[in-house]
């Protein structure tokens, strides 16, 4: 998907969205016929007049869309199909089927139908998905499901209307058989679950008709999308005239016997996102010198880190006590801080568990915390299966439990501000799903929380730019396998290196 860049694309939830259809329909502003107009106007932007569409319709306000949409295709010249299953439940959809009847515009009602349809030439160029909206309440129902498994199968392209029947849309759970669409085109605002969990997988190209609604009004949940931002562009461009002491410095610590690797990552990934000098302070003695970044300084856990700008803590920590020592000699700095893996467990759960949580709490800068679903269940002491049922919820609860910045990792990661305020990330896909990662984003992290960039935001950015890396390499490559977290470091300043341009 391709927002504008630099502004903000707000998300609303669905009671935000109910209020609108209430005060639009006061207004007796018709936004179900600006719905139908902006797909009509869509799909004649991207295919001939003489193209076949399928449309498919739900008893629902969704299946009104599509049903007043099929009108207006119908009359501008393409060949509209449509299919409905179930006598509509709602007013205006039963009015726009109606008027789809007195057009004789063909009306599958049949299941059972539906595989001579498929036999029947010519097939179709596009099928437009109506079937269910913002109102899934439940699984869909076993003819549903038939009709949403036998579309995807089509190998035809899927136009999701406002949200892939099936997807819950706040959740991004798919609750059941769930429509694979190419594109959705969603009405009013973005909403949470075209990005998470299984959205990121069914939604396809995600398209926004705001339907001239004023969004402002409504905004209670302070959500939008993660996009490039300018508030640190300033702080990241360098001018000629600079030396490395501008560029903040960075310690991390963590680097346990066998876990070493977990610390030289986050290190590298500080130097390849610009930190000026960084420290790593290892548990584990026997470290002298990482012979492939040599310029990382290699001292012991218990060190001084006053010299540090930022930290980055927990990466390979392990959770013994000398592990737990070394947290709470890191903590006792209240310097800039991303904590990630053992860190976050120790916090979870460990004798100083209080301790920490206390220290978080009573930050004047919050710390981020950048849990993946499971280490941010331990931190809420629920499910994995709880914190992926709704992972916008789960964020926003960690972040103001302890103060802090929480990037929930994962398929659409939610960075949450402890003062409710989230954003869902656009970037990314399944090449960062590999073991480090969240080592290289801790310490691409820490070196913008070095350069003096707000927690929040540099947490933002680093996502961001995290999932550029891997969007880079999945379109050098193909496809999403074989990227390694060492091979990520260095496509981090390329990207930063292109986008400060
Ligand atoms: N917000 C706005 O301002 C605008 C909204 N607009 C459009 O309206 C859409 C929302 O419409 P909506 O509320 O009628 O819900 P929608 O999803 O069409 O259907 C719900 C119906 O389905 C049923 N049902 C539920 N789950 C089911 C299941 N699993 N399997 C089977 N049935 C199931 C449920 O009935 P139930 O059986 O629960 O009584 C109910 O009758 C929204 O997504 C957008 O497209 C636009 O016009 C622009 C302005
Ligand atoms: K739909």
Redesign the pocket.
């Known amino acids: 998907m391709s927002p504008s860049l630099h502004q903000t694309i707000s998300i609303l939830d669905v009671p935000a969205?109910?209020m609108?259809?209430q005060d639009?329909e006061r207004d007796g502003v018709d936004?179900?016929a600006l719905?139908a107009l902006s797909i009509a106007d869509r799909v004649s932007a991207r295919y001939p007049s003489s193209s076949c569409v399928w449309i498919a319709a739900?008893?629902?306000?969704?299946?009104?869309?599509a049903l007043f949409a099929a009108q207006i295709l119908h009359q501008r010249g393409f060949h509209v199909q449509c299919m409905v299953m179930q006598p509509p439940?709602?007013r205006r959809t039963q009015a726009a089927l109606a008027e789809c009847e007195t057009l004789n515009i063909p009306i599958v009602r049949d299941v059972a139908l539906l595989h001579d349809l498929s036999q029947l030439k010519p097939a179709p160029n596009l099928i437009i998905d109506g079937l269910?909206?913002?109102?899934?309440?439940?699984?869909?129902?076993d003819e549903?499901a038939g009709l949403i498994a036998f579309l995807n199968q089509m190998n035809t392209p899927i136009l999701a209307?406002?949200?892939p029947s099936g997807l819950n849309a706040e959740t991004g759970e798919a609750?059941g058989e769930v429509i694979r669409a190419t594109d959705t085109l969603t009405?009013?605002a973005q909403k949470s679950g075209l990005w998470m969990a299984d959205g990121a997988d069914c939604a396809g190209q995600v398209l926004l008709a705001d339907?001239n609604v004023n969004k402002d009004a409504y905004q209670s949940t302070a959500g939008a999308l993660n996009l490039e931002h300018d508030a640190a562009r300033i702080k990241l461009k360098r001018p000629r005239n600079s030396h490395k002491g501008r560029f903040g410095s960075v310690a991390v610590v963590g680097g346990h016997v066998g876990m070493l690797g977990a610390a030289l990552l986050a290190g590298r990934a500080a130097l390849a996102a610009g930190a000026g000098k960084v420290w790593l302070n290892v548990l584990d003695e026997r470290l002298a010198v990482d012979v492939f970044a040599p310029e990382l300084m290699i001292r012991l856990a218990n060190a001084n880190l006053g010299d540090a700008h930022a930290l980055a803590i927990g990466m390979g920590l392990g959770q013994d006590e000398a592990a737990q020592l070394a947290l709470s000699h890191a903590l006792g700095y209240h310097k800039a801080s991303v904590l990630d893996a053992d860190a976050l467990n120790l916090i979870a759960h460990s004798p100083l568990s209080e301790t920490y949580k206390t220290t978080l709490r009573t930050r004047t800068l919050p710390a981020v915390l950048t849990p993946h679903p499971t280490e941010a269940a331990r931190l809420l002491k629920s499910s994995t299966l709880d914190v992926q049922a709704n992972r916008v919820a789960a964020a926003r609860r960690i972040a103001r439990e302890f103060a802090s910045v929480v990037v929930l990792k994962g398929a659409g990661t939610v960075i949450a501000h402890p003062n409710g305020a989230f954003k869902i990330n656009t970037t990314g896909g399944s090449a960062l799903a590999v073991a480090g990662q969240g080592d290289v984003l801790s310490g691409a992290i820490a070196a913008l929380l070095g350069m003096d960039i707000a927690p929040f935001d540099a947490a933002c950015l680093a996502v961001y730019m995290h999932g550029l890396a891997g969007d880079a390499y999945e379109a050098q490559a193909n496809g999403s396998i074989g990227l390694s977290a060492s091979a990520t470091v260095p496509r981090i300043s390329s990207v930063l290196n292109q986008w400060l341009l």
């Open positions: 969205l109910r609108i259809e639009a936004l179900m719905a739900g008893v629902g306000n969704n299946g009104g869309d439940v709602s269910l909206g913002i109102g899934i309440n439940r699984a869909p129902s549903l209307l406002d949200v609750l009405f009013i339907l």
